[in-house]
Nanobody, 119 residues
Framework: QVQLVESGGGLVQAGGSLRLSCAAS????????VGWYRQVPGKERELVAT???????DYADSVKGRFTIFRDNAKNTVYLQMNSLKPEDTAVYYC?????????????WGQGTQVTVSS
């Protein structure tokens, strides 16, 4: 059974940093495209960052230069390093993984971790 577990969220002041983790079981993330998404109440889930099976990364314009996505295959974990946090980064953050050859609309989701940035 595939399971993704996010952790690392919390409350931080503006300008601070957090590192989120997406740990997988039941699936090896090395051949997956993994994305970090975020969602605030009343809004659609937003793609924040992705990393492909070849470690090609991409970011939403709103986080470029502040967030970094990377993986540790030995730990079967993908991370999201978030620096220079802003109040508008406040959201529930989710990770999603899918095999690189599958439809981007498919995949497995974690349960989410709350990030709150105070001004």
């Amino acid at each position: 059974q595939v399971q993704l577990v996010e952790s690392g969220g919390g409350l931080v002041q503006a300008g601070g940093s957090l590192r989120l983790s997406c740990a997988a079981s039941g699936v090896g993330l090395s051949n997956n495209v993994v994305g970090w998404y975020r969602q605030v109440p009343g809004k659609e889930r937003e793609l924040v960052a992705t990393i492909t099976n070849r470690d090609i990364t991409d970011y939403a314009d709103s986080v470029k230069g502040r967030f970094t996505i990377f993986r540790d295959n030995a730990k079967n974990t993908v991370y999201l390093q978030m620096n220079s946090l802003k109040p508008e980064d406040t959201a529930v953050y989710y990770c999603k993984a899918r095999k690189w050859w599958t439809d981007p609309r498919t995949g497995y989701w974690g349960q989410g971790t709350q990030v709150t940035v105070s001004s």
